[in-house]
Nanobody, 121 residues
């Protein structure tokens, strides 16, 4: 029932920008915190950013702080990740994730299929 569909990935140059979107359905979106995570093929899943259910608080991994911005539109059941000043090390498959009730922002119970972000010159 829970469905999370990411979009907006692609190829960007170093210093460029991309905006990822995640369309959510199958649960009461406004009641849950949401996160973005990423994974390079040879690495584990890395938590990137999280946002409270009402959007009142946002949190970022040190690796993206100051460059990425998470936001949400509860009327549209959508969460976004604005990525600026992209670096080659940002290259990864990016996942939108639903945070478990009362869970830490890296404790997910559902996630999407992912959208590929490649940063290269």
């Amino acid at each position: 029932q829970v469905q999370l569909v990411e979009s907006g990935g692609g190829l960007a140059q170093p210093g460029g920008s991309l905006r990822l979107s995640c369309a959510a359905s199958g649960f009461t979106f406004s009641s849950y915190a949401m996160s973005w995570a990423r994974q390079a093929p040879g690495k584990g899943l890395e938590w990137v950013s999280g946002i409270y259910s009402d959007g009142s608080d946002t949190y970022y991994a040190d690796s993206v702080k100051g460059r990425f911005t998470i936001s949400r539109d509860n009327a549209k059941n959508t969460v976004y990740l604005q990525m600026d000043s992209l670096k080659p090390e940002d290259t990864a498959l990016y996942y939108c994730a639903k945070v478990a009730a009362f869970g830490r922002l890296d404790e997910y119970d559902y996630w999407g299929q992912g959208t590929q972000v490649t940063v290269s010159s």
